[in-house]
């Protein structure tokens, strides 16, 4: 029992920090100055959504920091993510 539940936390780990990893370069998370009130939070959230777009999309050839560049460039590609 106890070597599951290490093994279990150890896989949350690395997924946290795959996630993280990615927010942090795709994104910049960690060169964000919004501190006060609820936008630190607020962006947070969008930045996560967005990743996960990006991510599901299946037609996508490239990294998810050219893809979000993309998506912020070409409209269409935009509305392509929003309905898949």
């Given at each position: 029992?106890?070597?599951?539940?290490?093994?279990?936390?150890?896989?949350?780990?690395?997924?946290?920090?795959?996630?993280?990893?990615?927010?942090?370069?795709?994104f910049?998370?960690?060169?964000?100055?919004?501190?006060?009130?609820?936008?630190?939070?607020?962006?947070?959230?969008?930045?996560?959504?967005?990743?996960s777009?990006?991510?599901?999309?299946?037609?996508?050839?490239?990294?998810?920091?050219?893809?979000?560049?993309?998506?912020?460039?070409?409209?269409?590609?935009?509305?392509?993510?929003?309905?898949?």
């Amino acid at each position: 029992m106890p070597s599951d539940l290490a093994k279990l936390a150890e896989d949350t780990g690395g997924v946290e920090s795959s996630l993280h990893w990615c927010l942090d370069i795709a994104f910049r998370e960690d060169d964000s100055r919004v501190g006060k009130g609820h936008g630190a939070t607020n962006l947070a959230i969008i930045r996560r959504f967005a990743l996960s777009l990006v991510k599901q999309d299946p037609l996508r050839k490239v990294g998810v920091k050219a893809s979000r560049k993309q998506a912020g460039w070409d409209n269409h590609y935009l509305l392509h993510l929003l309905m898949v």
